[in-house]
């Protein structure tokens, strides 16, 4: 993508949408019409300058990529030409760093005024900036006459950077046309190709199942790597590390991968490397020994974890170990040795998911002590949209016609969040496939009707670009691209702000955020999710009439009995749910204490539930759950849900209240119900 950035990206985002409106456009970007008129100007130019036909814009509704363009990309894939685009400051920044990575001779100002050209000054004070943005890193750009423009810290935390920079220009439309850049610049050959074929040549090899989309990632930062080595810089680890790694099965992998990539195989860089490869691959859940696979228990334990902490339960709960397994065991590797990895979509997690993200990271601190890890947001976000996606029931309300495949080289999560968001979408198709880029590129998928991907395609199949999660308006732009080319339906489109000024000349608006928020879902899941239910906060569900305060009790059976009984008298539940909240107790034990004297009963969703419901039964002498001393309870939530889905919102606010121990312990002294309602009226606007 030989332009500036913004231009590169708008340009890229309409290579995959491919049919759009300026007004879906806006609120895609959020830039205002006149900056996207100013970009599609530049868009048109460059492509005027290739003798391609420029995107039409003016005076029509809907923007219309013209196919020879699209054909164009699509043969091109960003062919190697001259470098032909602008560097933003970040991009400065982050080239400064991996062409002193790679350096083979004393780097002075000039050949940074030559690379980046820009002039002295501005190098000098790219410089500066640079090693603020490193910082973090234990890494620093240092400069001395002997030595010229030199990397100073561990080779282990230079690396680390390295992989980071990569991983942020890969999310860029031009950035393996920078990278190649950079390899040139330093008069470095680019064996890209080969590299990344041998992997996937070790891959098949060894039946091994890689991350596909950081085998990109992988393969440019050995590219690197071979530079790095040629210069004898090598890591360092404690004899006791490489111990536990001479003995992994993926040692064997690690050193036919260096001799056929012919690096050298010092015992160090064999362990590092082994690191990466386990940092790489899917965990495989039937062939681990579960007795000595710690990491295997600790998904299982996650697993029972969230049923309790979410009051659900999972039908197929060993598919769903296997499945967080596959995702945790190269997470795990990745934590621990800091490899990092991009999460585009933590934002959209964080704001869609956020009942789920809540109780998740909740879930993983126990995790990082036993572990002695930091988990970062964005592994915290792909387990997040995991379970989301295992929490989804698409709703079957039509025979399915046609049939699809889906494309997703991100791992195991974001592939299903993607499918069991399409199901939920469109009754009309079903999924046949989900697939790695590699498998669709080497498969024959004549016989299906059609595509989506999250990632681009040379296909004769019609594909549509998808994300594991979407906002309304992009759920609402796929459908109608969609329907579109299966039925020939096309829909009026009106951006949100028309919306808003229209009704701006009929009444007055008090709450135009909440407004806008509520005309967005409106305008999606009235065509296609009516099911969805509202989610209630928690003080919608915590009242007066479901807060009890007893003294003592015989025991804890009884207490499970006084606590559910609100909601039995409201009709919320029957009364067979108490009987399956105390066998579930007797049957799985005493799973549902949370907390020191904190216990959180309850049974599978729509089991005898005719509502969403939480009752609070607070004692001033605790019970003691299954009779063992060891558990005792003073605090008891009980949960009535009536899907996986509609009452996270209240139990992660739930959640949040009971992680403070302040909280537990005013709960514990309290006898006054509007005390308690005012905790729960904290809790009821966080998330």
């Not at 890969?170 to 064996?191: A, C, F, M, R, T």
């Not at 709960?317 to 967080?324: A, G, I, R, W």
């Not at 339906?489 to 919306?499: P, Q, V, W």
């Amino acid at each position: 993508m030989l332009i500036e950035k913004r231009p590169a990206t708008l340009l890229n985002h309409l290579l995959k949408v491919k049919h759009t409106t300026m007004n879906q456009v806006m609120d895609y970007t959020q830039l205002t019409k006149r900056q996207i008129t100013y970009d599609l100007e530049k868009i048109n130019y460059w492509l005027k300058e290739r003798k391609l036909p420029p995107i039409q814009y003016k005076g029509i509704h809907y923007i219309a990529m013209p196919n020879s363009v699209i054909d164009f990309f699509q043969e091109q894939q960003y062919s190697s030409s001259s470098r032909g685009f602008t560097l933003t400051e970040e991009d400065r920044l982050i080239s400064i760093y991996l062409y002193l990575f790679t350096r083979q001779e004393l780097i002075s100002s000039a050949h940074l005024t030559q690379l980046l050209r820009v002039s002295k000054n501005t190098v000098i004070s790219d410089v500066k900036k640079a090693n603020e943005m490193i910082s973090p890193f234990l890494v620093k750009i240092n400069y001395t006459r002997q030595q010229g423009y030199h990397l100073k810290g561990t080779e282990f935390d230079k690396r680390v950077l390295v992989m980071h920079h990569l991983s942020k220009l890969l999310n860029v439309p031009y950035g393996e046309k920078l990278i190649e850049y950079l390899l040139k610049e330093g008069n470095l050959d680019s064996h890209f190709e080969h590299i990344h074929n041998t992997l996937k040549q070790v891959e098949k090899n060894f039946e091994l199942h890689f991350v596909e989309e950081r085998l990109k990632q992988f393969s440019y930062f050995l590219l690197f790597y071979f530079y790095r080595q040629r210069e004898r810089k090598f890591v360092s680890f404690h004899p006791d590390e490489m111990d536990v790694f001479k003995q992994d099965p993926m040692r064997i992998v690690t050193e036919k991968l260096m001799q056929q990539l012919q690096f050298e195989e010092k015992d160090t860089e064999l362990c590092y490397l082994t690191i990466q490869l386990l940092g790489l691959t899917l965990g495989n859940g039937l062939v681990q020994d579960d007795n000595r696979d710690l990491l295997f228990r600790l998904c299982e334990q996650l697993v029972f974890d969230f049923e309790s902490k979410a009051c659900i339960a999972f039908e197929k709960k060993n598919e769903v170990v296997q499945t967080l397994y596959q995702h945790v065991k190269p997470a795990y590797f990745r934590m621990k040795y800091r490899i990092p990895i991009n999460n585009p979509l933590i934002h959209q997690i964080k704001s869609e998911h956020k009942e789920l993200y809540t109780i998740v990271k909740e879930l993983l601190l126990p995790i990082e002590s036993l572990l002695n890890i930091t988990i970062p947001e964005e592994e915290i976000g792909f387990i997040t949209i995991h379970f989301g996606a295992l929490l989804e029931k698409p709703k079957k309300t039509m025979p399915k016609k046609k049939r699809a495949l889906i494309v997703c080289p991100s791992g195991v999560s974001s592939s299903l969040m993607v499918k069991h968001q399409l199901q939920t979408l469109f009754s009309e198709i079903t999924v046949g496939k989900t697939l790695s880029l590699q498998e669709f590129q080497e498969g024959n998928f004549a016989d299906y009707d059609l595509v989506f991907s999250t990632v681009g395609l040379n296909t004769k199949l019609p594909y549509f670009h998808v994300k594991p999660i979407m906002t309304p308006i992009e759920k609402n732009s796929l459908i109608n691209e969609v329907y579109r080319h299966l039925f020939g339906i096309e829909h009026h489109d009106i951006s949100m702000k028309e919306l808003v000024q229209i009704i701006e000349q009929f009444t007055n608006i008090y709450d135009e955020k909440g407004l806008r928020n509520a005309l967005s879902q409106f305008s999606f899941h009235k065509k296609v999710n009516v099911y969805r239910r509202k989610r209630p906060v928690l003080r919608d569900l915590l009242t007066k009439e479901t807060i009890q305060f007893v003294e003592k009790l015989s025991d804890w059976e009884e207490a499970i009995r006084i606590a559910a009984t609100p909601l039995y008298k409201k009709g919320v539940i029957e009364s067979s749910y108490i009987d399956a909240m105390i066998n579930n107790i007797k049957s799985f034990g005493p799973y549902v204490v949370i907390g020191p004297e904190v216990a959180v009963p309850h049974a599978r969703p729509e089991s005898w539930v005719n509502s969403v419901g939480i009752s609070f039964l607070k004692l001033d002498e605790p019970v003691y759950f299954l009779n063992d001393k060891k558990y005792p309870v003073r605090l008891i939530f009980c949960i009535a849900a009536i899907d996986n889905t509609t009452h996270l919102t209240a139990l992660a606010q739930l959640t949040k209240l009971l992680s403070h121990k302040d909280n537990i312990a005013m709960l514990k002294e309290q006898h006054s119900t509007d005390k308690v309602i005012q905790l729960i009226d904290q809790y009821s606007a966080v998330i």
